[in-house]
Structure formats: C-alpha cells, structure tokens
C-alpha cells in the first residue's frame, strides 16, 4: 500500500495550519483544537486523518492541563491509530518523532505519571 497523499493547502488553509501550531505550541490545546478543527473541516482526501490525529493529539494535552489522565489516553490511543497510516515523515512533520513521543505519553500513563512537566512541541517543514 502507498503511502497517504500529501495535501495542497489554499493560503487560508495554511494560516490556520500555521495558527494552530502555534497554539500548541504554546500550550494553548483547546484554542489549536478548535482552529484545527475548521482546518480539518474542509479537507477532504487521504490528509484528514493526519489532522485528526494532531487534534486528537492537542485534546489529549488539554485533558493532561485538566487533571483527566483517562481522557488523555484515550486521545493519544485514537491518535496513534489515526497517525499509523502515514510515513514517518509527512507533510512535513515528523511523524516517527511524533508517535514515540505518544507511546513514552502512553507509557507514563499507564504508570500513573503525570506529564504535567512535558511541553510538545511541533514543527512543520512544509511539504516532505
């Protein structure tokens, strides 16, 4: 199976690409849901669920900020699931960074560590 095609985004498109980075980048995972989410709402094609699995990414976090370890876990689970179909490195982002970041998440979790001390961070380098 090939891999996922990568997608063209309009200008509006990557302002909000670009915005919600910088949301999450930031610590601010509800706001960089909600500008992922008007994103991802207009995509159509095999690069939905590559967005989707960063919004779910960015719910997990707001769920961390909240004190809800359950609901972080859940996210970060359909995220890895959502996120496997792609290659280590799509649309720029990588991935393989990404999902190892998710199962040592996972992992402090499970262990009932909290992940109060991480700051994600994601960086896009355009187009792989």
Same mark, same amino acid.
């Given at each position: ?55 779910? @990414? ?5 769920? @961390?900020?909240n004190?809800?370890?359950a609901g972080?876990e ?18 720029g ?36």
């Amino acid at each position: 199976m090939s891999a996922p095609a990568e997608p063209r985004l309009s200008e509006e498109e990557g302002a909000l690409l670009s915005r919600g980075v910088g949301e999450f980048n930031r610590g601010y995972y509800f706001e960089c849901h909600d500008t992922l989410e008007e994103l991802w709402a207009g995509l159509r094609g095999p690069a939905r669920d590559f967005f989707q699995g960063l919004i779910q @990414v960015s719910v997990a976090f707001y769920h @961390v900020g909240n004190g809800n370890p359950a609901g972080a876990e859940s996210m970060m689970r359909r995220a890895q699931r959502r996120l496997a179909a792609y290659p280590d490195r799509y649309f720029g982002f990588d991935l393989a960074a990404q999902r190892a970041a998710l199962a040592r998440w996972l992992s402090r979790i499970e262990q009932g560590e909290g992940l109060d001390d991480e700051k994600p961070h994601w960086r896009f380098g355009g187009p792989s």
